[in-house]
């Protein structure tokens, strides 16, 4: 049995959902990061699929779906160095990744 559109939808929506339960019932700043990039990469499986399930005159992919998921890995991957050195900021002045005790701004 070959995949369809609606599988790679299913799966990307099951993965969205499982970062947004993480983001909303964790605690820990660690596991909400992991969590929203689990959400960023939902969305580039659904890009790519339809993307890949979108054929051109010619009967070929459309791949500008697929190009801007190279944009969204950049942006992500600068996003997680510039998120991990923040939390590691915030873990060497409050020696905590807990989001309850990061309650001001302030160190």
Known sequence: M?????????VSGLLFTIG???VMLRR???????????????ANLSLVAF?????TMEGLPNYNGQILVFFIITV???EVAVG???IV?????RQTTHVEDLDSMKF
Not at 2 to 10: D, E, G, M, V
Not at 28 to 42: D, G, P, S, Y
Request: charged share 5%; glycine share 2%; proline share 2%.
């Open 2 to 10: 070959t995949p369809t559109l609606a599988h790679y939808l299913i």
């Open 20 to 22: 947004l339960a993480g």
């Open 28 to 42: 820990n700043i660690i596991i909400i990061f992991m969590c929203l990039e689990l959400m960023l990469n939902a």
């Open 51 to 55: 993307s890949r399930y979108n054929l």
């Open 76 to 78: 992500a991957a600068a």
């Open 84 to 86: 991990l050195a923040i």
């Open 89 to 93: 900021a915030l873990f060497r002045a």
